[in-house]
């Protein structure tokens, strides 16, 4: 069974920058791909990055890119979200992703709290 932790989240203001990371235990599916969305009060959870193993390529939403990067530690099976310039709109539980299988995030962290404040 494999577990995912996030931390880094908090209260911020508008314009500042956080950085988000979730550490990987148990069976880890290393060689697949890791990501965050997100989920703000009353909405849908979102894609917000993802990067494939073993980290050549990532891909962003186009509310976050130019502004949130997404980096993996391979070694140390943690996946990280440097998030840049926030926004009030950025305000939303972000939750770490992987995949069992390639093409599906299926595993999840039990997310970590971001505000950002005008």
């Known amino acids: 069974q494999v577990e995912l932790v996030e931390s880094g989240g908090g209260l911020v203001q508008a314009g500042a920058s956080l950085r988000l990371s979730c550490a990987a235990s148990?069976?880890?599916?290393?060689?697949?791909?890791l990501g965050w969305f997100r989920q703000a009060p009353g909405k849908d959870r979102e894609f917000v990055a993802a990067i494939s193993w073993p980290g050549s390529n990532a891909r962003y939403a186009d509310s976050v890119k130019g502004r949130f990067t997404i980096t993996r530690d391979n070694e140390k099976n943690t996946v990280t979200l440097q998030m840049n310039s926030l926004k009030p709109e950025d305000t939303a539980v972000y939750y770490c992703?992987?995949?069992?299988?390639?093409?599906?995030?299926?595993?999840w962290g039990q997310g970590t709290q971001v505000t950002v404040s005008s």
């Open positions: 992703a992987g995949q069992t299988i390639p093409g599906r995030f299926d595993y």
């Open positions: 148990g069976r880890t599916y290393s060689r697949n791909a």
